[in-house]
């Protein structure tokens, strides 16, 4: 079981940069994916960037380039680096965990996916 806390939202201008922060907490070890998604009102939350278990950083096509994502396994701390942030960037981010977990009285496991409350990122022309 793990909690994730995001930090690091603000107000930027456009061409501006902004990094955000996901801290995680409890079996941390046992976290496999990470990722970043956001939201608006009146969209379905979209997947920005994740970084699959043993993988390399992955980018959606509106972010690819501008975005940097990296993921320190030890601590449990993955960082979103948004570079030349555009108004279209504007929403509510939020960091998303997938934890292995015990299932039952026997060793078999589980994926649990596990969300953060998000963090208000906000772009101005």
């Known amino acids: 079981q793990v909690q994730l806390v995001e930090s690091g939202g603000g107000l930027v201008q456009a061409g501006g940069s902004l990094t955000l922060s996901c801290v995680a907490s409890?079996?941390?070890?046992?976290?496999?994916?990470v990722a970043w998604y956001r939201q608006t009102p009146g969209k379905s939350r979209e997947l920005v960037a994740r970084?699959?278990?043993?993988?390399?950083?992955q980018y959606a096509d509106s972010v690819k380039g501008r975005f940097s994502m990296s993921r320190d396994n030890t601590n449990g701390t993955t960082l979103l680096q948004m570079n030349t942030l555009k108004p279209e960037d504007t929403a509510v981010y939020y960091c998303?965990?997938?934890?292995?977990?015990?299932?039952?009285?026997?060793?078999?496991?589980?994926?649990?996916?596990?969300w953060g409350k998000g963090t208000l990122v906000t772009v101005s022309s």
């Open positions: 998303n965990a997938d934890c292995l977990e015990d299932v039952g009285s026997s060793d078999a496991m589980k994926v649990v996916t596990y």
């Open positions: 409890g079996t941390i070890d046992r976290i496999s994916n």
């Open positions: 970084i699959l278990y043993g993988g390399s950083p």
